[in-house]
């Protein structure tokens, strides 16, 4: 069992063509493949600031990665490395720890920001005060700083480590709840409506696995080692996720199908719903939201 190009040792299989690669091929396809998903969806141009969502784990700095390879050799485009500390004991404080490495090697701006100093609770104390789900309190405070924070950069895009495992069960978790108008926002590069309060969201790995994801990040002593949050066994993702790795293992390649088939109609969804939008700003905040207050103040004010 040799490399497909070069004949050496293998340190990955896709069974979906039943192909190997060594590593330094291994390292130019997952690169290619970046490279060919930022070009084709526009996703970073010249003059761009991007701020990269981080957490230290293995897609975050992967996406940071390649990113930063980029910015070096195009000396217009200005990033920062974003991470948010939710305050999840025995979880958070280790991949920091990750992220800080990283950005110090590799002379990055971080900037860390926390709920415990912006909102007053952490969200180990949030889930026990407010009775809810950690995802949904997570998801809407997190995606709250993100925007607000690099409003406050000055930045135009925002990277995420979103990838073909991560992206498939969203597609499907929204046709399983229809949220069909949801999906119209997702995307390579996300949004319906262009408004200067939404930075656009961009998702350099949006077509890349997660074992190949994990496999560069090992590679290159990205990570110490594999952290998963403890509360994502509780969420409905981790049913959808569990039944589409079963889907995959038997039927190769049904996420990337997923996928493909989703990109066909995305333009659609969008031009469908692009009228459908009636952008208001809080009340408390100021921020665009489709209703009167935004979530996350609906929330942060439980919290008072």
Same mark, same amino acid.
């Given at each position: 069992m040799v490399c497909k190009h070069c004949l050496s040792k293998p340190v990955i299989y896709?069974?979906? &063509?039943? !192909?190997?690669?060594?590593?330094?091929?291994?390292f130019r396809y997952l690169e290619s493949k970046v490279k060919k998903t930022i070009s084709k969806y526009k996703l970073i141009e010249p003059k761009d600031h991007i701020v990269v969502a981080i957490s +230290? +784990?293995?897609?975050?700095?992967t996406t940071l990665s390649f990113i930063n390879k980029i910015a070096n050799k195009q000396r217009t485009?200005?990033? !920062?490395?974003?991470?948010?500390?939710?305050g999840i004991s025995n979880y958070r404080s280790k991949t920091i720890v990750d992220a800080k490495k990283f950005c110090k090697k590799n002379k990055i701006t971080l900037k860390v920001y926390s709920f415990k100093k912006e909102f007053g609770f952490t969200l180990d104390q949030m889930i026990i005060k407010l009775k809810m789900k950690p995802c949904t309190i997570c998801g809407v405070l997190r995606r709250y700083l993100l925007n607000t924070k690099s409003q406050l950069l000055n930045a &135009?895009?925002?990277? !995420? +480590?979103? &990838?073909?495992?991560?992206?498939?069960q969203s597609v499907i978790m929204n046709q399983f709840r229809n949220n069909v108008e949801i999906s119209a926002r997702m995307g390579p590069i996300t949004g319906v409506i262009i &408004?200067?309060?939404?930075?656009?969201?961009i998702k350099p790995l949006y077509l890349c696995t997660e074992k190949e994801i994990g496999l560069f990040a090992f590679l290159n002593g990205f990570i110490s080692g594999y952290h998963e949050c403890p509360y994502a066994e509780q969420s409905y993702r981790q049913d959808v996720k569990d039944m589409l790795n079963n889907f995959d293992?038997? *039927?190769? +390649? !049904?996420? *990337?199908?997923?996928?493909q088939s989703f990109l066909e109609i995305l333009p659609l969804l969008k031009n469908k719903y692009k009228s459908n939008i009636r952008l208001k700003y809080c009340i408390s905040c100021g921020e665009p939201t489709s209703k009167e207050e935004c979530q996350a103040c609906q929330l942060i004010k439980k919290l008072k």
């Open positions: 896709f069974p979906i &063509n039943s !192909t190997q690669l060594c590593k330094s091929c291994f +230290g +784990g293995k897609d975050s700095l485009i200005k990033i !920062t490395a974003v991470l948010i500390d939710e &135009n895009k925002l990277a !995420t +480590g979103h &990838n073909l495992e991560d992206e498939s &408004n200067k309060k939404f930075i656009r969201r293992e038997k *039927y190769p +390649g !049904t996420k *990337y199908s997923i996928i």
